[in-house]
């Protein structure tokens, strides 16, 4: 029980004031949006949400085309949540401002594009803790390993799973999930 105390004091220590970590599931969890607005993450309850960590100079940048395709074709029942971060390669070096521009002309993303956030390690923002962790998901550890890995949440809360870089948006291993 001590390691778990000292994870959520070194969450709590180093939380931004858009979120907080007393989390009881996902929907408790407040991330802002690029242009700096707060959004509750329990505005999509009853809708799944695929949360991806995002850059614009990286290998796997192309799919956000493939996101885009699957917000329109899902947009009644998922939500498409982007998390840019820069912790890969500086990968993500741009500001709000930069990020907006280049999703919009380079892929037309109309999906929600969240502040830029740290994923892992000591600044790690509550919604990659809830995501990572375990204790707090219910399901399963894990770690991001490189931009554009995918968490996808159930339409009641629930992690499903989460995915590699390597694992294009629109496979099956995603798209099953929201046929149900």
């Not at 109309?110 to 956030?117: G, V």
């Amino acid at each position: 029980m001590k390691p778990l105390k000292a994870f959520f004091a070194t969450i709590n220590s180093n939380q931004n004031d858009s979120a907080t970590l007393d989390l009881a599931s996902i929907y408790d969890i407040k991330i802002n949006s690029l242009q700096g607005t707060a959004i509750a993450l329990s505005e999509f309850k009853g809708k799944h949400m695929l949360f991806v960590n995002v850059a614009s100079k990286c290998g796997f940048t192309p799919q956000y085309k493939e996101l885009q395709a699957l917000s329109e074709k899902y947009k009644n029942t998922l939500a498409v949540i982007g998390v840019p971060c820069n912790q890969f390669g500086n990968q993500e070096p741009g500001d709000a401002n930069a990020i907006d521009s280049f999703c919009q002309v380079n892929y037309g993303v109309t999906f929600l594009i969240t502040e830029k956030i740290d994923v892992k390690g000591s600044k790690q923002h509550p919604l990659y803790a809830w995501l990572t962790k375990k204790a707090l998901n219910g399901k399963k550890n894990s770690s991001v390993k490189w931009n554009f890995q995918k968490y996808l949440i159930d339409d009641n809360g629930n992690l499903v799973d989460y995915y590699f870089s390597t694992t294009n948006p629109l496979n099956s291993k995603i798209v099953k999930h929201l046929n149900d």
